[in-house]
Structures are given as C-alpha cells and as structure tokens.
C-alpha cells in the first residue's frame, strides 16, 4: 500500500504487464507503419513513459514530438481540455500515431482529433497504454490499446494523483 496526498493505493498492474503491452501495441503498429516514417505525438504529461519506452521498443524509422494537454483535477475527469503546449511543427502529408498514457472519456483523444483535422495529415491513429472500456463515451476508435482496466482511478508509470506518483515503475489503483 502507498500514500499519495490524502489518498491510498494498492499494487494493480506490474512492470511486466506493462512491457508486454508495449510489446504488443509496438508490434502492431509497426506491422502497420514500418514502411513509412510515422511522427508519434505523445500527449504530455502522462504519457512521457510510455513514449520513452515505446520508442525503445521500435526499430523502424520515426520521429517523435509532444503536445501539452490538461483535463484531470484530482481524480476526475473535467470536460474542459486545455492545450498547454500545442502544434508547432507542420504535419501535413505525415503519419501520426498519437500516443496516450491512458484513454477515459475520450475528451482528450476527441480535442486531439480536432486539432489535427486541420493539418491534413496522412494518416491518423491512437494508442494508449490503458483504456477504461466503461467511461469511454465518443465514436472515435481506439487503434491500439495495451490494457482494458475498469473504472478505477489508477496512478504511476506516468499517470498522476495531483503531480504526485509518476515516477513509479509499476501501476497503481485507489485502494476501496
Ligand atoms: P480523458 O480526456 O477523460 O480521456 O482523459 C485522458 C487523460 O486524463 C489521460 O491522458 C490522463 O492524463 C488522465 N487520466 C485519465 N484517467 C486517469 C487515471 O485513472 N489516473 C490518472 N490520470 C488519468
Ligand atoms: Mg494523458
């Protein structure tokens, strides 16, 4: 059990649960963009673990670039996203792959798809490390998904409980 702020959490899912997801979504998309030079975007500040080790894991050639954005306060989604850092390079006529930490509502992804409709990009697809299947509300399909989890506020390996617990190494979940 750990402590974070106010809150308690509890072991959920190991180090290597994690890497063989990565494992897995890697896999695919690089079966699916190995031949072309994908820009992954990953979506900060949960998902910069999960950009480092994708990378490591994908051999073929790709760049890799960040975009900022905020919806949590605490442990609740907010309908609001804000763009805290947004698109400062030119896309058009590129393959993204953006890269998410964890898919909830779908606000997120849904901003995101708005923004780069406007960059006529080539191609546009998402993987996220967590998908919560029970709170997802939009018809936007998830390309790549390492884990569906139920609707537990989890924290670590990138993913916060109010700035805190990012640097853990394996995932936890609010303790019942
Ligand atoms: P959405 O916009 O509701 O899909 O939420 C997406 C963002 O909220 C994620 O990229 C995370 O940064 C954050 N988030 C969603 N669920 C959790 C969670 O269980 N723990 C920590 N952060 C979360
Ligand atoms: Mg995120």
Redesign the pocket.
Known sequence: MIQLHDKQFVPFISAKEIDFALTKIVAQVEDDFGDETPVFVG?LN?AFMVVSDFLKKYKSPCEVSFIKMA??EGTE?TNS?KELIGINQDFSGRSVVII??????????EELKHLFKAQNVKRFKIATLFFKPEVYKKEIKIDYVGIRIPNK???GYG??YDGLGRNLTEVYKLAE
Request: charged share 20%.
């Open positions: 979506v949960g919806s949590y989604s996203v998410e930490d964890i898919v909830d509502t779908g606000n997120t992804i506020f989890i924290v993913l916060d």
